[in-house]
T-cell receptor
Framework: DTEVTQTPKHLVMGMTNKKSLKCEQH?????MYWYKQKAKKPPELMFV???????INESVPSRFSPECPNSSLLNLHLHALQPEDSALYLC???????????FGPGTRLLVL | AQSVTQLDSQVPVFEEAPVELRCNYS??????LFWYVQYPNQGLQLLLK??????LVKGINGFEAEFNKSQTSFHLRKPSVHISDTAEYFC??????????FGQGTELSVKP
């Protein structure tokens, strides 16, 4: 099974709201990733977690706060976002030390 | 540093015709290469990957790709496309440390 699930599928939020995106995988992968994708562009890496520890932060603004509560779950907490943060947010996972990443269906976020 | 160039931003083709989507890469280390497909309003799905071994890689949905080290290419091919192959295709190279370096994408449009 190579399934990564993400909730919600769609999210609309105001600039003062606080919301969270969730990602889950049950493949035993120990590396998990958050990407941001704008329309007609490739995904851009935001964060990498390895064995539940943050290993890469690609200079993402602090209004995005990742959390990895356990090896199967990855959250992205959102606060005080800007309209330009509207995008498709993708989660991915892989076996630690292996290069193949498996992506979830994404959460389409609209910030008003 | 690794980089990926997808030589065509759009490829229109008629149904049942063959197609080739071109990808060139640059890497100073061992190369792991991937093709992902993204259907409208969905996440990325792994089509195929080259990690080592045979340079001709077969993937899902009848796609295949050939790793050519001398030409630093990893072109994707399908002998006969269907309407359902209409999607965005991304070539990617592993950048090490869990990073995937994506090309800018090729929009494949299959016409009846």
């Amino acid at each position: 099974d190579t399934e990564v699930t993400q909730t919600p599928k769609h999210l609309v939020m105001g600039m003062t709201n606080k919301k969270s995106l969730k990602c889950e995988q049950h493949m035993g992968h120990r590396a998990m990733y958050w990407y941001k994708q704008k329309a007609k562009k490739p995904p851009e890496l935001m964060f990498v977690y390895s064995y539940e520890k943050l290993s890469i932060n690609e200079s993402v603004p602090s209004r995005f706060s990742p959390e990895c509560p356990n090896s199967s779950l990855l959250n992205l907490h959102l606060h005080a976002l800007q309209p330009e943060d509207s995008a498709l947010y993708l989660c991915a996972s892989s076996h630690e030390g292996q290069e193949t990443q498996y992506f979830g269906p994404g959460t389409r976020l609209l910030v008003l | 540093a690794q980089s990926v160039t997808q030589l065509d931003s759009q490829v229109p083709v008629f149904e049942e015709a063959p197609v080739e989507l071109r990808c060139n890469y640059s890497s100073s280390v061992s190369v792991y290469l991937f093709w992902y497909v993204q259907y409208p309003n969905q996440g990325l799905q792994l089509l195929l990957k080259y990690l080592s071994g045979s340079t001709l890689v077969k993937g899902i949905n009848g796609f295949e790709a050939e790793f050519n080290k001398s030409q630093t290419s990893f072109h994707l091919r399908k002998p006969s496309v269907h309407i359902s192959d209409t999607a965005e295709y991304f070539c990617a190279v592993s950048g090490g440390g869990g990073k995937l370096i994506f090309g800018q994408g090729t929009e494949l449009s299959v016409k009846p």
